[in-house]
Structure formats: C-alpha cells, structure tokens
C-alpha cells in the first residue's frame, strides 16, 4: 500500500512542529522508523550539514533513534548508490527547504527519486518543508526565476505556497493565473497537512492554517479540520 505524504509551511523543528512530525513517526513505524533527511536545498549557500545536523537533533528530541541526513546535496549524489539504498530501505524521508528549483532540479529523473517513489509505494512517508513541500507537487513556483516548473508529481494538480502567513500569500494572484487549473495550497508557517485522514483527507497539524485556492475562491483550513484534495 502507498505511503503518507506531509508537507509543510516552514520554521520547521520548532514549537508544536512536533505536532505533525510526531504524527509522521507513528505512521512510519514508531521511534525504531529509519528516517532519512534530504538537505540538497540548503547546498547553494553551503547550509546543508548545518541544517541537516537540525534536522537530526529534532527528530532524535521526539524519539526518533535512527535519523540520517544524507550527503544528497547535487545531481551526482542524487544518482549515488549507496544514497539510493538508503532512501530505498527508509521508512520517513524528509526533504530541507532552502532553493527550491536547485532542489527541484537535483532530484527531477533521478535515482534517488525513484528510490523515493518505492519506498512510498511500500508506506513509507514522505515529507517536506518549504521548498520540500514545493517540489513534491505537480508544479512548483522558482521565486527567483518568477516561473512556475515541473515538480516530483506525487501531489497532483496542485503548487505549494509556502510560508503563506508572512510572505506566501502574496504570490497567490500571480500562480492564479500561472496555473488557472491547478489547486494551490497556502500552508503557514509552523503547520503541516498530512494525508491521514478518513479515505485519504488532508488533517491540518500545527500552529496555523492552510488556505486552498481553486475555482476562484480561497478556503482556510484550521488545526484539526480535514478536506480531500480533489485531483
């Protein structure tokens, strides 16, 4: 059976972040889950030990005993086998934000997302913050570039907004227009959705809300709240 998918807003390792990340645990198995951290978009600015050492030290503080960021930080590593075992053989894979077209770009086709695929199609979890969670998604929105880019997929029809309490929801109006077909998902910071619910529905975890844009109309989920995701 399929795994689990998590994606979140940003300002992660923080505060009620367990929320949603202890929720991933359980679902991956319990604190004996390998979890497999991906830092490749914070290499740009050289960011990924340091944010990947975070990474560890989390998930160690809500129980988690096997935790590994992985050297995954470029094309090249992305396409390494013993990188690919691991990502194959884990039960939580949890990607960094930081750039997310480089990051999108590194696993786009790669070995290691295929590993990725087989390890949710076996149940495990996958997971991403930021640009994690924009990269997971059918297209996905380059700030830098101001153009929208094929994503991983495993979310279909839909674009994440990330960090939409400070400084996402101001890209609403434009990925309107950009993808008039898509569903986009304006997910705050310290919160997370998570497709545990009844029949696949979308739970909301954490501090804040995540607001779904479609057909025109803006809807807020709150903490608790559920909605299917309709593809």
Do not use: K
């Amino acid at each position: 059976m399929a795994g689990y998918i998590l994606l979140e807003g940003g300002a992660e390792f923080g505060g009620r972040m367990a929320e949603p990340d202890r929720r991933a645990i359980e679902l991956a198995g319990g604190p004996g889950a390998r979890i497999s951290v991906i830092p490749a978009a914070a290499a740009p600015d050289h960011n990924h030990e340091r944010a990947g050492r975070n990474a560890e030290l989390w998930f160690r503080g809500l129980g988690a005993r096997e935790v590994a960021a992985l050297p995954l930080i470029d094309r090249e590593s992305a396409d390494h086998p013993a990188i690919v075992a691991a990502l194959r053989d884990s039960h939580l894979i949890y990607m960094l934000g930081g750039f997310t077209h480089y990051l999108g770009r590194t696993l786009l086709g790669s070995a290691s997302w295929r590993a990725i695929l087989a390890a949710y199609a076996d149940g495990a979890v996958v997971a991403g913050s930021s640009a994690g969670a924009m990269v997971l998604c059918e297209h996905y929105y380059d700030p830098e570039s101001g153009q929208v880019f094929e994503g991983l997929g495993i979310v279909p029809n839909a674009c994440v907004l990330p960090h939409h309490d400070t400084f996402g929801r101001g890209w609403a109006a434009r990925l309107t227009v950009l993808l008039p077909s898509s569903v986009l998902l304006g997910i705050d910071e310290r919160t997370g959705m998570l497709d545990d619910g009844e029949a696949g529905a979308w739970r909301i975890y954490g501090h804040g809300t995540v607001t779904l844009y479609r057909g025109g109309r803006a809807t807020a989920y709150g903490q608790d709240a559920s909605f299917i995701l309709e593809q």
